[in-house]
């Protein structure tokens, strides 16, 4: 994400994404300004240097809320690993208590 304030010009927020900038020419897009912030939909454009602190916050929001934090991941991780697990315990490949001990062990218990 790349931001660039307002001031004689407008500001804008950057959602870089894997697709790229898309492009519209619809709602948003102003004459004159084929090329700019204006017709990039993944662009948030503003205007007024009073609106940079509001957009600043957006910003950092957007920064700490996106995709899964890497606890969230690691949890899914260990779900995974103790459905393996589950799944050899019910195949009778492991026993129940050695299901147990790796439960605890994956958990940190």
Same mark, same amino acid.
């Given at each position: 994400? !790349?931001?660039?304030? $307002?001031?004689?010009? $407008?500001?804008? +927020?950057?959602? +870089?994404? $894997?697709?790229?900038?898309? !492009?519209?020419?619809?709602?948003?897009?102003?004459?004159?300004?084929?090329?700019?912030?204006?017709?990039?939909?993944?662009?948030?454009?503003?205007?007024?240097?009073?609106?940079?602190?509001?957009?600043?916050?957006?910003?950092?929001?957007? /920064?700490n809320?996106?995709?899964?934090? /890497?606890?969230?991941?690691?949890? !899914?991780?260990?779900?995974?690993? +103790?459905?393996?697990?589950k799944?050899?315990?019910?195949?009778?490949?492991? !026993?129940? /208590? /050695?299901?147990?001990a790796?439960?605890?062990?994956?958990?940190?218990?």
């Open positions: 994400m !790349t931001s660039k304030k $307002a001031g004689v010009t $407008a500001g804008q +927020i950057n959602f +870089i994404t $894997a697709a790229g900038n898309q !492009t519209t020419g619809g709602l948003g897009a102003l004459p004159g300004f084929a090329h700019g912030a204006y017709n990039k939909a993944n662009n948030v454009v503003f205007r007024g240097g009073s609106n940079n602190k509001d957009m600043e916050k957006l910003k950092t929001f957007v /920064e809320n996106m995709g899964p934090k /890497e606890s969230q991941a690691q949890a !899914t991780d260990t779900a995974d690993e +103790i459905a393996k697990f799944k050899l315990l019910d195949d009778g490949t492991i !026993t129940q /208590e /050695e299901f147990d790796k439960k605890k062990q994956l958990l940190g218990l």
